[in-house]
Structures are given as structure tokens and as C-alpha cells.
């Protein structure tokens, strides 16, 4: 159906689709750089240099670099095992991993207090063991790993299914180990969705909100991360300083978007 | 020599399976089972008397009704956003593709923060609304706000693939014999989209169900006005009252079980379906 001119319907339905999106999407997006830049870029620089947000970017950025890794490393593990083998409790297996995603956040933040709290499961005796997780980095890593569980292993899976065995057992049969098999054969061709998953992994670990905000205890300049900054400094009437919280984590979304679609351009995995 | 391999042809088979099983126990199935054994050793009479009460009642009720009005509103929008970015080439195409992902890559707590500005009465959305009566903060309203935007990828993600493989051929099959453009989207492109399509609105909702950081922002945390479950959820964990919090997290977790397995279903339609029309 090639039309030399555009049909009204087509006209209608793009301008509808640019109006949407620039009231629900463009607009939330620029009000966050107005508001934080307001007072000036003097207030907005004095803003970000404020101890306790500063601290909270370093524990985010800390906390990504902790979860991201291993995302990587155990979503790589569960995708190799789930396409390569057939066994018994495989489908139970794949669900799991997809529960975290369809949980709501608050229901993650609790689950971990029911263990590792002071009434938990094992808290009592970690606590006697002079182990306090609650309350702690290591409480926010823990929650933030359950969230981000499946995101690394859902862009694997499929590809990795589409691929096939073929090049892994041509390899096998020239004689390479199992461990050159996976660093030269599978790894190159999986590199780009394991980005693409590390990327989408890095923005849910820096904007985890409601599963944080019940594990950390949000104690200012100790385990309070960005979005709990953001929520407090609301809280306490300072909307310019929130906001210039807000944007940091703003751009970091800009970059994962620029990122995500330059990757699927690039990539003809999805 | 073929013969002699067994089923597993590919190593790491006990490496994989060991790593795999360890974490997901210690990562998902250990957490969940401590809450299953607080819910379990509460007793049938108190676990319902905590989510039968009125005030958890009223929270299901603001909870499903304002995910269900934000999945209808994304599933409309979804559907548009998805047909506008397959069926037609114009300037800008590739940053609304990109830009449909932004709820997804921005934090949920900054979304709430934006919301909560843009709605406020002097707000750049507020000013033009509350003098005609739309009050959107600290009111229902805002809550669905909140939920449709933390969604709104969904319903577009799962179309668009759909709408991208349709045979053109088929389209055109029917236009020879003589169908209308409504006829054609009626008969032949939306059955076709219609799982990708349902099982795009479940996620959509099983989203906004949970949804937590964009609607504490904005909703005002009213008990039995504007207090979602997960937000009650939150208050009982402050209150010290564990059963309260580990009762209704079970409700919610149930809640997610259902979408997830109703997700399942619909995606072995749409591919039995793919096939067919093959």
C-alpha cells in the first residue's frame, strides 16, 4: 500500500502518536533539567556537591557495579543450561528466574525482611553470629539481585535457542575444551544481547525504589541510594535539590535509551 | 561414534546446573519460603481476618480498578504508538521508537517526582486541570497517572513485532476481493495481533499492580481513599506488624503468579497461532 501522498487517517494517527508521546514522555522528561537547573547552574552544581547526595550516587553506582556483574555471569549460566540441555524441573526453572519481574517491588523488599530480618527466618541466627544483614549494602545488593534476576537470561535465552549447537559442536570435534568452545564460539555471539541485558539490569539496580526503600532503612549517608535521596530531599520541601538528584538518574535513562537502540540497530538478535 | 555420544553432546552441564540451582536458591526461593512460613504459621482465621478487613478490602478495590483504567487507556495508546511506528515512515521515527522505552529506563521514583510537579495546582499540567475540575494529586485520578506511565511500553512492545511479520500479501488479498480498510483491520490484522496484544495488557497490568515508587509520590496515601496494597504493605512493615505485611504480600505475590501463568498461556496461542498462518 504505497502512497505517494499521505492518506488523512495517516496524518491523523501520527500527529495523535507525536501528541502522546511528547505529554506523557517528552514533556516528564524536560521538566526534570528545568526544574533542577531553576536557581541557576551555581545552586543546581551545590545541589549535586551536597554530602549526602553525593554519597548516595557513589553507593548507587557501587551497588551497579556489584549486581551488574553477576547478572552477567548467572544469566549466561541459566541461559547455557536451559538451551543446550533438556531435563527434568527445566520449565519450573525458567519460570522462577521470571517471577522477580512480575513481583511488585514491596513484596521483594519484604520477602527479604522475612529473612533476614530480626524476626526472619535466619536473622535471629545470623544476629548471633554477629551477622547483621538488614539494614545494611549488603541487604540493597541482596534485594536488588532478586529484582533484576531475569533480565540478562531473558534476552539470552531465545537467541541462544534460535542459534543453535551447530558451530559449539564444530567446535568440540576440532578439538577444542569446553572452555575455549565457550570463549571463542558462544561468547562472541551472544556478546551483544549480554550488553543489551547488562544495560537494562544497570537501569533497574540505580532506580530500584520500593524493594530498596524496605531493606535499607534509608539512613542518610549510609545506605541511602538515589531514588531514596530523591524521595527524602522531597519530603524536606527541597524540590530544587531533588530534582538535581533526579536528573543524575535522568541522564543515566537518556544514555541507557540512546544505548538500547543504538544496539538494536546495530543487532539482529530481537 | 554418534552413537556412542550421550544425550548431553555439550559440556557444563553439572557446572551450569550447580551455579544455577545454588542461586536462584539463596537469591529467590529462599526469601519466598521465609515469607510462606510466616503466612503458614499464622493460621487460616487471622491471615483472612488481615486481608478480608475493610482496609485492605478498599486498597484491592483503589489497587485493581486504577490498574485496570491505566491497562485499557496503555492498551489503546500501545496499539496506536505500535501501528503509527510499523505502517508508516515519516521524521522522527527512531527517537518515538527509542523514546516509548523511557518509562522502563527512568527510575520510578523520579517519574513520581515529575508527576507529582506536573500535576501540582501551579504545575504545567495543574494550572490548565484544576481550575476545571480535574484534581489529580492526592486523588485516584493521580494514582492512574502514575500507573499508565510506569506501563506504557508494554502493549507497543508486544504488538509491534506482530504488526512488523503480517503478510503484506494477505492485506492485499483482501483489498483484490473487494474489503474495506475496516474490514481489513477487522478481519485480518486484529486477529492476528490479538494475543500479542492481550498478553502485552496483562503485563501492562501485573505492572501497574505493583507499582509502587511513581504512585507514593502522587497518590497521597489516604487509607481507604488513595492507598494502594502495596503501600499498606509498607505502613505495616513500619508498624512493626509482620503478619499484616507478610498477609498481604502473599495476596500480591498470588496476584503476580496468576499474570504470569496467564502470560504463558497467551504466548503458546500467539506462537500456535504464528504457525497456523504460516
Sequence with gaps: ?270 | MASKRSKHLLPGFGLTLGVSMLYLTIIIVLPLLAMLLKVGGMGFEEFWRIVASNRSLAAYRITFSSAFIATIFNGALGLLLAWVLTRYSFPGKRILDALVDLPFALPTAVAGLVLVTLFAPTGWYGQFLEPNGFKVNYTQLGIIIAMTFTSIPFVVRAVQPVLEEIQVDLEEAAQTLGATRWQIFARVIWPTILPAFMAGCVLSFARSLGEFGAVVFIAGNLPGLTEIVSLLIFIRIDEYNYEGAAALAFVLLLAAFVTLLLTNALQSWQVRYADRSR
Design chain 1, 1 to 270: 500500500m504505497t502512497r505517494a501522498t499521505r492518506s488523512t487517517a495517516e496524518m491523523i494517527f501520527i500527529t495523535l502518536a507525536f501528541v502522546f508521546a511528547g505529554a506523557l514522555l517528552v514533556v516528564p522528561l524536560a521538566v526534570i533539567f528545568a526544574f533542577a537547573l531553576r536557581e541557576g547552574l551555581g545552586v543546581y552544581l551545590a545541589n549535586i556537591a551536597e554530602p549526602a547526595t553525593l554519597h548516595a550516587i557513589g553507593l548507587t553506582i557501587f551497588t551497579a557495579i556489584i549486581v551488574v556483574p553477576i547478572n552477567i555471569v548467572i544469566g549466561v549460566c541459566i541461559a547455557w543450561l536451559v538451551t543446550r540441555f533438556r531435563f527434568p524441573g527445566r520449565q519450573v526453572l525458567i519460570t522462577l528466574i521470571e517471577l522477580p519481574a512480575a513481583v511488585s517491588p514491596i513484596v521483594a523488599g519484604t520477602v527479604y525482611l522475612f529473612l533476614y530480618g530480626g524476626q526472619g527466618l535466619l536473622g535471629p541466627a545470623l544476629q548471633g553470629a554477629g551477622i547483621q544483614l538488614m539494614f545494611t549494602v549488603t541487604a540493597i545488593i541482596l534485594v536488588s539481585l532478586f529484582v533484576t534476576a531475569p533480565f540478562v537470561a531473558r534476552e539470552l535465552i531465545p537467541l541462544m535457542q534460535q542459534q543453535g549447537t551447530e558451530d559449539e559442536e564444530a567446535a568440540l570435534s576440532l578439538g577444542a575444551n569446553g572452555w575455549q568452545m565457550f570463549w571463542f564460539v558462544t561468547l562472541p555471539n551472544i556478546r551483544w544481547a549480554i550488553l543489551y541485558g547488562a544495560i537494562l539490569t544497570n537501569a533497574r539496580v540505580m532506580g530500584e525504589f520500593g524493594a530498596v526503600s524496605v531493606v535499607s532503612g534509608s539512613i542518610r549517608g549510609q545506605t541511602n541510594t538515589l531514588p531514596l535521596q530523591i524521595s527524602q530531599l522531597f519530603n524536606d520541601f527541597n524540590v530544587t535539590g531533588s530534582f538535581a538528584a533526579a536528573s543524575t538518574l535522568a541522564l543515566m535513562a537518556v544514555l541507557t535509551l540512546i544505548l538500547k537502540s543504538t544496539l538494536e540497530a546495530k543487532g539482529g538478535w530481537r
